[in-house]
């Protein structure tokens, strides 16, 4: 049997990957513990269905960099500094590794993502609120 080839979208991530210090479930929680903005970037219907990872800031990804630019007027008040570790996820950990690495190249070198997203934190047995919906 022949092995299917590599599509284009996981060839862009694998590449996008190679410039991150991706987080476990269990890094992440520390990390947040020590100061690094934790970022959902999932839509609402998800958040609402699967509960929040708490002390999370919820940013919309269309609107990520504007809120995480440190020199940015739209620029949330956590985002205080392009020193800042920010760990950014989403439900599985695809979009957040493609919107970790574009956070690099606006000049916040300690972006990263949370592996697994949300639903590896979940399953990690970490806190999550009760979902909503």
């Not at 190679?18 to 970022?39: K, T, W």
């Not at 609107?63 to 949330?76: F, G, K, T």
Request: include cysteine; charge should be negative; charged fraction near 30%.
């Amino acid at each position: 049997m022949s092995e299917r080839p590599t599509s284009a979208v996981q060839r862009l991530l694998d590449a996008k990957r190679v410039h991150l210090e991706r987080l476990d479930p269990l890094q992440a929680r520390r990390a947040q513990s020590e100061g690094a903005l934790l970022v959902d970037t999932r839509p609402a219907v998800n958040r609402d269905g699967e509960g929040e990872i708490p002390g999370a800031l919820v940013i919309d990804r269309n609107v990520l960099e504007w809120r995480l630019d440190p020199s940015s007027p739209d620029r949330v008040p956590e985002a205080d500094s392009a020193e800042r570790r920010v760990v950014l996820f989403c439900n599985e950990g695809y979009a957040s590794s493609l919107a970790a690495v574009q956070l690099q190249e606006l000049g916040l070198p300690h972006a990263t993502d949370l592996v697994g997203g949300f639903r590896a934190w979940r399953a990690a047995g970490l806190p999550v609120t009760e979902p909503r919906g």
